[in-house]
Nanobody
């Protein structure tokens, strides 16, 4: 069983920065792809970023590329999301997710992920 806990959300002004963290517990966490998704009211959950077991293999949604950075520390079973130049459109609940299927080439579909955290609210507003 895998347990994911997000932290670091909050209220920030446009142009500001936030850092989200996801602490994972369970067996062999370092083997699995992990990702961040977000969901705002009335919208479907959308892919933000993903990282493979190799922390250098990263993927981003076009909407956050160049502003957000996903990181991974396999020694601590943690994943982070550094968010810069935040915009009101980034306001959402952000979820950490883990995919147990190995060798899957696609990474942006929420249905591919087996475990989810409870989410952390990010609000970008002046």
């Amino acid at each position: 069983q895998v347990h994911l806990v997000e932290s670091g959300g909050g209220l920030v002004q446009p142009g500001g920065s936030l850092r989200l963290s996801c602490a994972a517990s369970g067996r062999n966490i370092n083997l699995f792809r992990m990702a961040w998704f977000r969901q705002s009211p009335g919208k479907e959950r959308e892919f933000v970023a993903a990282v493979n077991r190799n922390p250098l293999d990263k993927f981003y949604a076009d909407s956050v590329k160049g502003r957000f950075t996903i990181g991974r520390d396999n020694s601590k079973d943690t994943v982070t999301l550094e968010m810069n130049s935040l915009e009101p459109e980034d306001t959402a609940v952000y979820y950490c997710a883990l995919m147990t299927s190995l060798g899957t080439s696609t990474y942006s579909y929420s249905t591919q992920y087996d475990y989810w955290g409870q989410g952390t609210q990010v609000t970008v507003s002046s």
